[in-house]
């Protein structure tokens, strides 16, 4: 069975440049999730979806990164104009449920690793 | 930021030998999940726990949610080279959310 698909495995991009991550989530799955992963703050939440609709983006960091959930089986992440400080490792995740403690598990891609130059 | 502190940040332990690490809050989670993340890939879920005092095992390992819902202990015994990876615990603070804190991580490195 496919897992959450992401892409790009990795993009290297200069200053200001527009990037847009991909994720394909688990069939099924009605929650989707975005983190960030870098050595100084770790795995960050930034936005969580259920049934395509945005429930908390709170760790969305500024009015830079945006994301969208077109329909059940995609989603974006984009950041507009990216700079040097966004390098990091971008997951995506789904899960099958609303609550974790009904759910219990969050299936990660292999994660998206960004270099902003 | 970060609101699970882990315990050790790293180890180093030779092939064989019993792993214990630890996640702490100041505040309640209502649960607790320890998850693995192997080089190159992302996290994968190894236990989870849903009532205070819980302990459940899964193999080798084996999970504790603290009493006071402000802590978790993971435990993997006779270590094997494959257990190398960082080691996440996560928690929710609400039954009415998905949103999941991760902790900072406990990277192990097992020596044969």
């Known amino acids: 069975d496919a897992g959450v698909i992401q892409s790009p495995r990795h993009e290297v991009t200069e200053m200001g440049q527009e990037v847009t991550l991909r994720c394909k989530p688990i069939?099924?799955?009605?929650?989707l999730f975005w983190y960030r992963q870098t050595m100084m703050r770790g795995l960050e939440l930034l936005i969580y979806?259920?049934?395509?609709?945005?429930?908390?983006d709170s760790g969305m960091p500024e009015d830079r990164f945006s994301a969208k959930m077109p329909n059940a089986s995609f989603s974006t992440l984009k950041i507009q104009p990216s700079e040097p400080r966004d390098s990091a490792v971008y997951f995506c995740?789904?899960?099958?449920?609303?609550?974790?403690?009904?759910?219990?598990?969050?299936?990660f891609g292999e994660g998206s690793r960004l270099t902003v130059l | 930021g970060q609101q699970l502190n882990q315990s050790p940040q790293s180890m180093f332990i030779q092939e064989g030998e019993d792993v214990s690490m630890n996640c702490t809050s100041s505040?309640?989670?209502?649960?607790w999940l320890w998850y693995k993340q192997d080089p190159g890939e992302g996290p994968v879920l190894l236990i989870a726990?849903?009532?205070?005092?819980e302990l459940t095992s899964n193999g080798r390992l084996t999970a504790q949610f603290g009493i006071t819902r402000k802590d978790s202990f993971l435990n993997i015994s006779a270590s094997i080279p494959s257990d190398v990876g960082i080691y996440f615990c996560?928690?929710?603070?609400?039954?009415?959310?998905?949103?999941?804190?991760f902790g900072t991580g406990t990277r192990l490195q097992v020596f044969p």
């Open positions: 996560a928690g929710t603070r609400s039954y009415n959310t998905d949103k999941l804190i």
């Open positions: 995740a789904s899960s099958p449920g609303l609550r974790i403690s009904n759910t219990g598990e969050l299936f």
């Open positions: 726990l849903y009532k205070a005092g």
């Open positions: 069939s099924g799955h009605n929650s």
């Open positions: 979806f259920n049934n395509n609709v945005p429930i908390d």
């Open positions: 505040s309640i989670f209502n649960t």
